[in-house]
Protein backbone atom coordinates (compact mmCIF):
# COMPACT_ATOMS: atom_id res chain seq x y z
CA UNK A 1 0.00 0.00 0.00
CA UNK A 2 3.29 2.26 0.64
CA UNK A 3 4.09 1.50 -2.82
CA UNK A 4 0.35 3.04 -4.39
CA UNK A 5 0.43 5.90 -2.37
CA UNK A 6 3.93 7.19 -3.36
CA UNK A 7 3.11 6.72 -6.99
CA UNK A 8 -0.23 8.60 -6.12
CA UNK A 9 1.46 11.20 -4.32
CA UNK A 10 4.02 12.11 -7.04
CA UNK A 11 1.74 11.68 -10.28
CA UNK A 12 -0.80 14.13 -7.79
CA UNK A 13 2.36 16.64 -7.70
CA UNK A 14 2.61 16.91 -11.76
CA UNK A 15 4.94 13.76 -12.41
CA UNK A 16 4.10 11.49 -14.93
CA UNK A 17 3.51 8.04 -15.93
CA UNK A 18 6.28 8.28 -18.13
CA UNK A 19 8.74 10.07 -15.24
CA UNK A 20 7.33 6.73 -12.90
CA UNK A 21 9.32 4.98 -15.49
CA UNK A 22 12.68 6.83 -15.65
CA UNK A 23 12.60 6.77 -11.54
CA UNK A 24 11.57 3.19 -11.57
CA UNK A 25 14.17 2.07 -10.00
CA UNK A 26 13.25 4.31 -6.78
CA UNK A 27 10.03 2.91 -5.95
CA UNK A 28 10.75 1.28 -3.56
CA UNK A 29 12.84 4.13 -1.66
CA UNK A 30 9.77 6.47 -2.05
CA UNK A 31 7.59 3.93 -0.15
CA UNK A 32 10.09 3.79 2.41
CA UNK A 33 10.40 7.47 2.56
CA UNK A 34 7.08 9.18 1.24
CA UNK A 35 9.01 12.61 1.45
CA UNK A 36 13.05 11.71 0.57
CA UNK A 37 14.95 15.23 -0.60
CA UNK A 38 14.82 15.20 -4.10
CA UNK A 39 18.59 16.27 -4.91
CA UNK A 40 21.18 13.21 -4.81
CA UNK A 41 21.32 9.94 -6.11
CA UNK A 42 23.16 8.63 -8.54
CA UNK A 43 23.78 11.38 -11.29
CA UNK A 44 23.99 7.78 -13.87
CA UNK A 45 20.37 6.48 -13.06
CA UNK A 46 18.13 7.00 -16.00
CA UNK A 47 15.45 8.87 -13.74
CA UNK A 48 18.61 11.22 -12.51
CA UNK A 49 17.23 14.89 -13.22
CA UNK A 50 13.54 14.01 -13.77
CA UNK A 51 11.77 15.45 -10.53
CA UNK A 52 14.42 18.73 -11.02
CA UNK A 53 13.18 19.12 -15.27
CA UNK A 54 9.74 18.39 -13.96
CA UNK A 55 8.71 22.28 -12.99
CA UNK A 56 10.05 23.48 -16.58
CA UNK A 57 8.19 20.77 -18.28
CA UNK A 58 4.79 22.54 -16.71
CA UNK A 59 5.37 25.76 -17.49
CA UNK A 60 5.76 24.69 -21.06
CA UNK A 61 2.90 23.01 -21.14
CA UNK A 62 1.17 25.98 -19.25
CA UNK A 63 2.29 28.46 -22.47
CA UNK A 64 1.10 26.17 -24.88
CA UNK A 65 -2.26 25.93 -23.86
CA UNK A 66 -2.64 29.25 -22.93
CA UNK A 67 -2.03 30.58 -25.94
CA UNK A 68 -5.08 29.02 -28.15
CA UNK A 69 -7.01 29.65 -25.08
CA UNK A 70 -6.48 33.86 -25.19
CA UNK A 71 -6.83 33.45 -28.71
CA UNK A 72 -10.32 31.34 -28.33
CA UNK A 73 -11.21 33.77 -25.42
CA UNK A 74 -10.61 36.62 -27.61
CA UNK A 75 -12.84 35.24 -30.82
CA UNK A 76 -15.60 34.84 -28.11
CA UNK A 77 -15.63 38.09 -26.28
CA UNK A 78 -14.76 36.64 -23.11
CA UNK A 79 -11.98 38.24 -20.87
CA UNK A 80 -8.60 35.91 -20.58
CA UNK A 81 -7.77 36.53 -17.02
CA UNK A 82 -4.86 33.76 -17.34
CA UNK A 83 -1.47 35.90 -16.52
CA UNK A 84 0.16 34.85 -19.72
CA UNK A 85 -2.93 36.58 -21.50
CA UNK A 86 -2.08 39.74 -19.30
CA UNK A 87 1.23 39.99 -19.97
CA UNK A 88 0.75 39.21 -23.77
CA UNK A 89 -2.22 42.12 -23.52
CA UNK A 90 0.27 44.54 -21.99
CA UNK A 91 2.85 43.42 -24.49
CA UNK A 92 0.72 44.50 -27.27
CA UNK A 93 -0.77 48.13 -25.59
CA UNK A 94 3.05 48.55 -25.61
CA UNK A 95 4.05 47.68 -29.59
CA UNK A 96 0.55 49.95 -30.32
CA UNK A 97 2.33 52.78 -28.10
CA UNK A 98 5.89 52.84 -29.63
CA UNK A 99 6.19 55.82 -31.92
CA UNK A 100 6.36 54.48 -35.89
CA UNK A 101 8.91 55.21 -38.37
CA UNK A 102 7.09 57.34 -41.18
CA UNK A 103 8.34 56.02 -44.40
CA UNK A 104 11.10 58.03 -46.17
CA UNK A 105 12.71 59.15 -42.43
Known amino acids: MARVRGIREVLGVGLTVEDL????????????????PCAGGDPDSPGSGVVERRPAAIDAEIGRL???????????GQVCASPYAQRQRSRHALERMKPRRLAGS
Open 21 to 36: RRIADRIQLLAENPHP
Open 66 to 76: TRPHARLAQRT
